[in-house]
């Protein structure tokens, strides 16, 4: 490897979450003296993914398939949306096993002053689902941020005429946290303890 292919891979491992510039270096350095069992199975399983991942047209989960897989398995509970704000929010859910519903991955929050509105959410397809007759639950599992509260409020909001019971994630999930960082426990019990929404 070149100095500057080097210089490459740590500045592109220094954009990942959770990696600054000393770490990215100390990333590099083992990939590469792990060249043979790690550095090119790695190059091989990235460019797999680039490839090979696609959105799902129906809740916008991340799969190899469209719809995803979650959409597509019969022993799902249609009845009962559950409703995000990332991908990493849904796979922390599936982590924790304690949800057979489907879900809706909104693709953010409401945030003025990142000048995230209505239009750049997944908003309108979520209202469409909810009108689905086989719904009768849609549950507001996001974030317990300034944005996710005042998203889960809009959302109540928005679906109050679709004739759905809407319930948030039960107290427990820390004010400030986010659902990727909770452990499997806390979410399980979150979920368990749902209630409607006030």
Known sequence: MSTSEIDQLIQLLAKLPGLGARSARRATLYLIQHRESLLIPLGGAMAAAAENVKTCDVCANLDTVNPCTICVTQARERKIICVVE????????????????????????????????????????????????VVVEVILALNATVDGQTTAHYLADRLADSNVIISHLAHG??????????????????????????
Not at 96 to 109: E, K, R
Not at 173 to 198: F, M, N
């Open 86 to 133: 990332d991908v990493s929010d849904l796979w922390a859910l599936e982590r924790a096993g304690a949800f057979s519903g489907t879900y809706h991955v909104l693709g953010g929050t409401l945030s003025a002053l990142d000048g995230v509105g209505p239009e750049d959410l997944r908003i309108d397809t979520l209202l469409s689902r909810a009108s689905e007759e």
């Open 173 to 198: 999930v820390p004010v400030g946290g986010e659902l990727d960082y909770l452990d499997d426990g806390t979410l399980a019990t979150a979920l368990k303890s749902r209630r409607t929404q006030i």
